[in-house]
């Protein structure tokens, strides 16, 4: 069974960093490409960025770029998020998800459960 | 980057069928996916590719593609189908690991 969990989320203050990390089981982690996702309260899904199965391509959104950095450990199995400059409109709920990729069809195909980061003083 | 753009809302009848949009530039070169997300849940994956379902999704979910729109049908429309629905895809104006979501749509089954 293929899990992906959250963790690292917390309040933080505007300015400061936060380290979030997805512990993925039940699948071959370095096969595939992973996401972060995020979700504002009672808004809709914005991506974040994304990573490669061996770190050779990452991609970033621009309202992070330059701000967060997206990493992952192979051996570990597991995604990491460095944020850092924190501003209070990153105050979401921030999702790990895996990618699925062929030839004729790709998707986020599993979805961890989210850490929930707030930015405030 | 590209956007996708979606209805914020749907209505729809319980037993009838009703579709959902997403347009967008990057729908000419790549598929949607759509996903299902229900109050207090993370989203879960109901279409991927030219119209594949992940196992456990029901039959009555199908999606289609024509140009820059992407469109999920529900075929006879359960009260559990009450939801909002995402799509998302590639980017095509960026590395092909960037992502855009559409802005989502709020079902209602009536």
């Known amino acids: 069974e293929v899990q992906l969990v959250e963790s690292g989320g917390g309040l933080v203050q505007p300015g400061r960093s936060l380290r979030l990390s997805c512990a993925a089981s039940?699948?071959?982690?370095?096969?595939?490409?992973m996401h972060w996702v995020r979700q504002a309260p009672g808004k809709g899904l914005e991506w974040v960025s994304g990573?490669?199965?061996?770190?050779?391509?990452?991609g970033y959104a621009d309202s992070v770029k330059g701000r967060f950095t997206i990493s992952r450990d192979n051996a570990k199995n597991s995604l990491y998020l460095q944020m850092n400059s924190l501003r209070a409109e990153d105050t979401a709920l921030y999702y790990c998800?895996?990618?699925?990729?062929?030839?004729?069809?790709?998707?986020?195909?599993?979805w961890g459960q989210g850490t929930l980061v707030t930015v405030s003083s | 980057s590209s956007e996708l753009t979606q209805d914020p809302a749907v209505s729809v009848a319980l037993g009838q069928t009703v579709r959902i949009t997403c347009q967008g530039d990057?729908?000419?070169?790549?598929?949607a996916s759509w996903y299902q997300q229900k109050p207090g849940q993370a989203p879960v994956l109901v279409i991927y590719?030219?119209?594949n379902r992940p196992s456990g999704i029901p039959d009555r979910f199908s999606g289609s593609s024509s140009g820059n729109t992407a469109s999920l049908t529900i075929t006879g429309a359960q009260a559990e189908d009450e939801a909002d629905y995402y799509c998302?895809?590639?980017?095509?104006?960026?590395?092909?690991?960037?992502?855009?979501f559409g802005g989502g749509t709020k079902l209602t089954v009536l």
């Open positions: 998800a895996k990618e699925y990729s062929s030839s004729s069809a790709w998707s986020f195909d599993y």
């Open positions: 039940g699948f071959t982690f370095d096969d595939y490409a």
């Open positions: 990573i490669s199965w061996n770190s050779g391509s990452i």
């Open positions: 990057s729908l000419r070169s790549y598929y």
């Open positions: 590719g030219k119209n």
């Open positions: 998302n895809s590639r980017d095509s104006s960026g590395n092909h690991l960037e992502v855009v």
